[in-house]
C-alpha cells in the first residue's frame, strides 16, 4: 500500500526567471499564476531546471519561500534540497521546511558517487531531518550514481520517503522499482516516458515539458488516471517531438530559451549554462511553431 501522495498528475519542475540583478520574482510570480491557470498540479522549485545548482543557498531559500507564500496553499510546493554534501544537504532541508515547502525533492549526490551503502545513511540523514514527505531522484544521466532496487527498498522504509522521481530512462529498471517498492510513489522524470511509466503504476511526472504546454501535460497524466489510455497516449505521441527538442540541449537551456520564444521574458542563463547552437534553435523554433507556440 502506497504512502500519502504529495500529488497525482503534472508537477512543473520550473525554471527560475534571472535578471542582471538576480532572480526576478514579478516574474517568477507570474509563471506561478501561468502554471496554476493552467491546472499544473504541483510545482518543483529550485531543482535542475531552476539552476539551483548555480543559486547561493541563501538565494536559493528566497526562492522557495516566495514559490510557497505565492502558491498559498493552492497546490504543493516541492522544493529541491539535495547536495553532495550530506551536512549542506541537511541544512538545506531544513531552511526549505522553514520557508514554507510541502515536500522536498532530493538528488542523488554527484561527483562523490556513493556506494548504495552510503545512499541509505546520505537520504535517511536528510528525510530525517525534518517531518516533510520527501522524492527521492533518481538521475543517473547527471549525477553517475544509480539508486539500486534494494537501496530503494530500504530507503522506503524510512516514513518521510514517500515517492522516487525515475529520470533513468530505462523502463525495465522502473517496472523493477514499482515490484520490488510498492510503498513508493513513482513519479516519471522523463517527459517521453509519461504514460509507460504510469503504465506500472506510476502517478504522474516531474515535468520540464510542462513549463511550455502545461495544460496538455496535465492533461496527458489526467486522461490515463481517468482511465483513458488512447486519449493520454494521444498526447504522448503528439508532444514527443517537442520534448525531443527541449532536450537537444542539456536542460534547461532549450526550455527557457522556448520560454523566451514564447514572449515570456524569463532572462538568462547562469554560466555555465550558454545560448542555444543555431542548428538546435532552429529545431526548437520550428517544433514551437509546429505546436502553435510562437
Do not use: W
Request: hydrophobic share 40%; aromatic share 4%.
Amino acid at each position: 500500500m502506497s504512502k500519502d501522495l504529495i500529488f497525482t498528475g503534472s508537477a512543473t519542475a520550473l525554471i527560475t526567471p534571472f535578471n542582471k540583478d538576480g532572480v526576478d520574482y514579478e516574474k517568477l510570480g507570474e509563471l506561478i499564476e501561468f502554471q496554476i491557470e493552467n491546472q499544473t498540479d504541483a510545482l518543483v522549485i529550485c531543482g535542475t531546471t531552476g539552476e539551483a545548482s548555480t543559486m547561493p543557498d541563501a538565494e536559493h531559500l528566497s526562492v522557495i519561500r516566495y514559490a510557497a507564500e505565492k502558491v498559498a496553499g493552492r497546490i504543493p510546493v516541492i522544493a529541491g534540497a539535495g547536495s553532495n554534501d550530506t551536512a549542506h544537504g541537511v541544512e538545506l532541508c531544513r531552511g526549505a521546511a522553514e520557508a514554507g515547502a510541502d515536500a522536498l525533492l532530493l538528488v542523488t549526490p554527484y561527483y562523490n558517487k556513493a556506494t548504495q551503502k552510503g545512499l541509505v545513511l546520505h537520504y535517511n540523514m536528510l528525510a530525517t531531518s525534518t517531518d516533510l514527505p520527501v522524492i527521492l531522484y533518481n538521475v543517473p544521466g547527471r549525477t553517475g550514481v544509480n539508486i539500486g532496487v534494494e537501496t530503494a527498498k530500504e530507503l522506503s522504509k524510512t516514513k518521510q520517503i514517500v515517492a522516487i522521481k525515475e529520470a533513468s530512462g530505462n523502463i525495465a529498471y522502473t517496472a523493477e522499482i514499482a515490484a520490488a517498492c510498492p510503498e513508493l510513489a513513482i513519479y516519471s522524470g522523463n517527459d517521453d516516458m509519461i504514460v509507460p511509466a504510469m503504465s506500472l503504476g506510476g502517478k504522474g511526472v516531474i515535468s520540464v515539458l510542462s513549463n511550455v504546454v502545461p495544460k496538455e501535460t496535465h492533461d496527458m497524466c489526467q486522461k490515463f488516471l481517468d482511465g483513458d489510455v488512447e486519449g493520454a497516449c494521444k498526447l504522448q505521441l503528439e508532444y514527443l517531438d517537442l520534448v525531443k527538442a527541449l532536450f537537444c540541449e542539456v536542460n534547461p537551456i532549450p526550455v527557457k530559451t522556448a520560454l523566451n520564444l514564447m514572449g515570456m521574458e524569463v532572462g538568462m542563463l547562469r554560466a555555465p549554462l550558454c545560448d542555444m547552437t543555431e542548428g538546435n534553435l532552429e529545431v526548437l523554433k520550428q517544433s514551437l511553431a509546429k505546436h502553435k507556440l510562437i
